[in-house]
């Protein structure tokens, strides 16, 4: 019974993305050429709830579905780290016309392709795994 909630929420959180258009290959395409402000208002609206919801997490000391306090831990600040981190994002999501929320919500809307995609994105992962000790953090 626990698991039905985590399907429900993905259910309803692919809806969402299909509905806003967000996994719109042809809005990512906008997006990256500046055409359209459809994303980028996704993204800020994005942004601002998730601010506000941090604050009232941190302000209310809420607790997760199994009763835990949820805690979150301070980052380490280093704009390098970041911008690196973002332009391979961004290369990776300019390059596929996904970002890895929607990968399974395209592939549940039939675009199989990205199966493919979530298999390098895993590889990925996997590499980075191998690698870290020998990045600069």
């Avoid at 929420?9 to 500046?34: N, P």
């Avoid at 000391?61 to 949820?70: S, V």
Wanted: hydrophobic share 50%.
């Amino acid at each position: 019974m626990k698991l039905i909630k985590y399907l429900v929420y993905g259910v309803v959180f692919g809806i969402i993305m299909t509905k806003s258009e967000a996994i719109s290959w042809y809005r990512i395409q906008e997006m990256f050429l500046f055409q359209s402000f459809h994303m980028y208002g996704i993204i800020m609206t994005a942004i601002a709830f998730g601010t506000l919801f941090v604050f009232l997490i941190k302000k209310t000391k809420m607790k997760d579905l199994d009763g835990n306090p949820i805690e979150i831990m301070p980052k380490q600040m280093g704009y390098k780290r970041y911008l690196f981190g973002g332009i391979i994002f961004g290369i990776g999501w300019s390059m596929t016309g996904a970002c890895p929320g929607p990968l399974y919500v395209l592939i549940g809307n039939g675009y199989l392709s990205f199966i493919f995609v979530i298999l390098c994105a895993i590889f990925g992962t996997f590499l980075y795994g191998v690698l870290r000790d020998k990045l600069p953090h």
